[in-house]
């Protein structure tokens, strides 16, 4: 079977919800259908709420996706990437045989690789990277 691991590097992304909103309308999910969101990393008491204080505040995002997704099984068999990752406009998604690559390469540079726990009910698969 073919790898259909997304590698999310979060040091790249932006949380700009393009991954979301093309796997969204690529897969004409209906309105309040996601099957990939974008979680705010924080204060905590809100959306897009940095952490800290002035001068140092800090905020991150991480793309989540839930069990629903498929990977767009339909674009892999053409030899086009998933919505999401195709559409990332950061390059912070990596798919399938290169993950390994980019897994390696990060490593070296002092990035830390985990996968979420089993409790938040995301998609098998899916590996992140962070400094």
């Keep these: ?20 909103l093309a796997c969204k309308v690529g897969n004409d999910l209906d309105d309040k259908v996601f099957w990939q969101t974008v979680r705010t990393l924080g204060s905590g008491e809100g959306i897009d709420r940095p952490a800290g204080t002035w001068p140092d505040l800090h905020m991150s995002w991480m793309p ?15 030899g086009s990437l998933p919505y999401c990752v195709y559409n990332c406009p950061n390059a912070a998604l990596t798919f399938g045989e290169e993950v390994d690559g980019e897994v390696e390469r990060l490593r070296s540079e002092g990035f830390r690789v985990f996968e979420l726990p089993a409790w938040e009910k995301s998609k098998d698969g899916i590996v992140y990277t962070s400094k």
């Design 1 to 20: 079977m073919a790898d259909s691991r997304i590698l999310v590097n979060l040091q790249r992304c932006t949380g700009c919800w393009t991954c979301s």
């Design 64 to 78: 989540v996706w839930s069990e629903s997704c498929t990977k767009c099984p339909s674009r892999i068999k053409e």
